[in-house]
T-cell receptor, first 114, second 116 residues
């Protein structure tokens, strides 16, 4: 059974820092990996989707990498801002027989201090 | 605006009183799904549907029912809610094309349910 772990569980940084969030998964046979952002009282917002054949994806100040063989992904946030404060979740999609189910990590709660 | 909507956003109810949480998407997505989010357990899938009239169980289906009579709607039904169903519920949708694997899932804003 796929398990997804995110480290650290919480992170507090001063504004302007570059930071890395980590995600690891136990079964490397994934179809894709998706990073989400969750704000209190709101739903999940998709940030980046990395296909199984890709090594990384970039969107603005965000860069996500994927190393399938080692079961790891990282989300790099450059020049962090207070508005980046949120919980970041990674999720993997296993295969079509699982009905496109996403297996989520528990998230990293990020606080960026002004 | 492309979106997934859920209603109600907040609900407090009592044990045993049937309730329905609605989910609707305007993106013509084939695939829809329900998740619950609990502290220490993360998000877990309850039920999913790959198209109209096609539904299947996820990881934690006990105590829930779903239906998919129209492509845009995927209601979650709790026939006899119990306190252990107190949770934050999310509906999600995405395109689904057999053989294609790579697409994003879009999530609704969540429904916070409390069963007393």
């Amino acid at each position: 059974k796929q398990e997804v772990t995110q480290i650290p569980a919480a992170l507090s940084v001063p504004e302007g820092e570059n930071l890395v969030l980590n995600c690891s998964f136990t079964d490397s046979a994934i179809y894709n990996l998706q990073w989400f952002r969750q704000d209190p009282g709101k739903g999940l917002t998709s940030l980046l989707l990395i296909q199984s054949s890709q090594r990384e994806q970039t969107s603005g100040r965000l860069n996500a990498s994927l190393d399938k063989s080692s079961g790891r992904s990282t989300l790099y946030i450059a020049a962090s801002q207070p508005g980046d404060s949120a919980t970041y979740l990674c999720a993997v999609r296993q295969d079509e027989t699982s009905g496109s189910r996403l297996t989520f990590g528990e998230g990293t709660q990020l606080t960026v201090n002004p | 605006e492309a979106q997934v909507t859920q209603n109600p956003r907040y609900l407090i109810t009592v044990t045993g009183k049937k309730l329905t949480v609605t989910c609707s998407q305007n993106m013509n997505h084939e695939y829809m799904s329900w998740y619950r989010q609990d502290p220490g357990l993360g998000l877990r899938q309850i039920y999913y549907s790959m198209n109209v009239e096609v539904t299947d169980k996820g990881d934690v289906p006990e105590g829930y029912k779903v239906s998919r009579k129209e492509k845009r709607n995927f209601p979650l039904i709790l026939e006899s809610p119990s306190p252990n169903q107190t949770s934050l519920y999310f509906c999600a949708s995405s395109p689904y094309f057999l053989g294609q694997r790579d697409y994003e899932q879009y999530f609704g804003p969540g429904t916070r349910l409390t069963v007393t």
